[in-house]
């Protein structure tokens, strides 16, 4: 997949419009829409979107994300995308629907297709929907597809119900609407070297700033390195009962591996949520806390 930061003109493809946080399973059925319809038709498949969500121009405070940018782009080809534009959304913030539509997509793109979520909508002032879409199909010759709303267990699938359920530490639920499962990568740091001490040698990667906070407590989860994947058991908050800073962190402890992987990148699925973080009486009482942990995951 190729990724580009600016228009550039590539004609005659299948697109599919969205910010895609998350690129949760509502997103998922956009983009294999527009991906099935380039290959059914011999046309390349391109997602149109943004470097940051709109909310950053409009509000001057960006939201938390679901996915960092980085893994935003891996879901992204994961489901065969062609191209990728990331878009500066203030550059194209004034644009009314009708400029958007002309100026941009058809003269940049003269898409076959057009595929977006129901509750699409663009342009200034939010001028632009999937109504409008569907109007102009015919002047400028593509097929819109609407894609209704996906649901889970009745529930519409959004980003901000993702969201909320990471916030509460409803993992299981998160997941389901991911359609995988709710993952943070990085490069493995030196931390304080506070687990060694207590016989649970620990991963440490920093949380991403920009990523929506789970709640301070102890996750089951699966850890990734390279080809390898091993049972692992995830702290993410302050340490309170090893630590008196306040500094964040998050450690994971591999079940049966003991091997040094600082510098090397791992990621880190998120199964469950086990408790909250608390601080315990003494370091003894923690070590049996960890320890009945772990025996939740095996």
Request: glycine share 8%; with cysteine.
């Amino acid at each position: 997949m190729e990724i580009f930061k600016e228009l550039t003109k590539i004609p005659e493809l299948s697109i599919a419009l969205g910010f895609f946080d998350g690129v949760h399973l509502g997103h998922q059925a956009v983009i294999k829409n527009s991906v099935q319809f380039a290959e059914e038709n011999g046309l390349k498949s391109a997602v149109i979107t943004f470097q940051d969500h709109p909310h950053c121009y409009f509000y001057g405070v960006c939201p938390k994300y679901i996915l960092t940018r980085k893994m935003r782009e891996k879901r992204i080809e994961e489901l065969g995308v062609d191209y990728l534009f990331e878009l500066d959304f203030e550059s194209i913030s004034g644009l009314t629907a009708d400029e958007y539509l002309k100026d941009i997509l058809i003269k940049y793109f003269t898409p076959h297709a057009i595929t977006t979520g129901w509750n699409h909508n663009f342009g200034y002032k939010k001028s632009g929907d999937v109504k409008y879409l569907a109007q102009n199909s015919t002047k400028f010759d593509y097929k819109y597809f609407e894609i209704p709303p996906q649901k889970v267990n009745g529930k519409v699938i959004s980003s901000t119900e993702i969201r909320n359920c990471l916030a509460g530490g409803k993992i299981e639920n998160a997941n389901q609407m991911l359609g995988y499962k709710y993952s943070i990568s990085g490069e493995v740091v030196h931390g304080k070297q506070l687990g060694r001490t207590i016989g649970f040698r620990t991963a440490n990667i920093v949380y991403p700033p920009e990523l929506i906070d789970l709640p301070f407590g102890v996750y089951s989860t699966i850890v990734k390195l390279g080809n390898e994947i091993f049972n692992g058991i995830t702290n993410f908050g302050i340490r309170p009962t090893v630590s008196d800073t306040k500094q964040r962190s998050l450690e994971t402890h591999i079940i049966n591996f003991d091997r040094d992987i600082y510098g090397q990148n791992i990621e880190i699925d998120f199964l469950k949520m086990l408790r909250h973080e608390k601080k315990f009486a003494s370091v003894e009482e923690l070590k049996k806390q960890i320890a009945n942990d772990i025996l939740q995951i095996k």
